[in-house]
């Protein structure tokens, strides 16, 4: 690491728990995994929201539609100017059905707590997740801090109506 490269400074929460890590030399991803040994799970099926424990086998349950706050094991600061977007991994979303409904989700430079994947059960049946598992990834990217002006917005091109985004 050269001077002055930016660092994430993180905290475990148990003694076990897995730095993020990076599966290739060319991945832009950093691997997280549940971490389900004694914990509960905040679930929500759009309307309730409950606590879950995870079973004897350190794996929580998710029926179809509901959605879990599933825990990493630890904090982490990340240096100003930087976010690091939470992503569903593929295998995850297409062989299981589970999509992180927000997702991206962010999680911004100065959050204080411990880092969950909000995980949506999408599938028509139930589905396990397991202590350990790799969940989803975190890509770190860095944004800007404008000001924001009041004024006269006009076309820069001669693009118009549509929704907003191509």
Request: proline share 7%; charged share 20%; hydrophobic share 35%.
């Amino acid at each position: 690491m050269s001077v002055g490269t930016p660092t994430i400074t993180y905290e475990t929460l148990y003694q076990d728990v897995p730095t993020p890590a990076r599966a290739t030399g060319e991945s832009a991803g950093y691997d997280v995994c549940a971490y389900l040994i004694g914990r509960s799970v905040r679930i929500s099926d759009g309307v309730h929201v409950r606590e879950r424990a995870s079973d004897e086998a350190h794996r929580l349950h998710l029926q179809p539609g509901e959605v879990a706050l599933v825990p990493l094991g630890f904090k982490a600061r990340l240096p100003d100017g930087y976010e690091a977007q939470v992503r569903i991994r593929s295998s995850i979303a297409f062989k299981r059905g589970l999509i992180i409904p927000n997702g991206p989700g962010t999680i911004d430079a100065d959050y204080p707590d411990e880092w969950m994947v909000m995980l949506k059960n999408d599938s028509p049946r139930n589905v396990v997740i397991e202590h350990g598992e790799r969940i989803a990834q975190i890509v770190l990217a860095r944004y800007a801090v404008l000001e924001w002006a009041p004024g006269t917005v006009g076309p820069s091109t001669n693009r118009t109506g549509g929704i907003g985004s191509t």
